[in-house]
């Protein structure tokens, strides 16, 4: 059984920051690809980044330049780095990671941003 738990969600004024985490736990064998989600009231849930197994990384049109998607192997864990956040921000923030070649998400962790 594979977990993945995200933590690191809250409240924040605009222009601030937080650093989301998500950590793996259970039968690892191999992390693949990881990536976050977001999906904000009343919308799709998006991609937000995605970073492979050899740490390329690529990022949505709306967050390049503020967020910071990064990988501690060696933890089993993700990370998000979200800088100059604005009220659009506001979503549940959702891990996903492919272990073992199958695909596992997270309970996901709530950001609001107030202007």
């Known amino acids: 059984q594979v977990q993945l738990v995200e933590s690191g969600g809250g409240s924040v004024q605009a222009g601030g920051s937080l650093r989301l985490s998500c950590a793996a736990s259970g039968r690892i064998v191999r992390i693949n690809g990881m990536g976050w989600y977001r999906q904000a009231p009343g919308k799709q849930r998006e991609l937000v980044a995605h970073?492979?197994?050899?740490?390329?990384?690529n990022y949505a049109d709306s967050v390049k330049g503020r967020f910071t998607i990064s990988r501690d192997n060696a933890k089993n864990t993700m990370y998000l780095q979200m800088n100059s956040l604005n009220p659009e921000d506001t979503a549940v923030y959702y891990c996903?990671?492919?272990?073992?070649?199958?695909?596992?998400w997270g309970q996901g962790t709530e950001v609001t941003v107030s202007s």
């Open positions: 970073i492979s197994s050899d740490s390329s990384t």
């Open positions: 996903a990671a492919n272990i073992g070649w199958r695909d596992y």
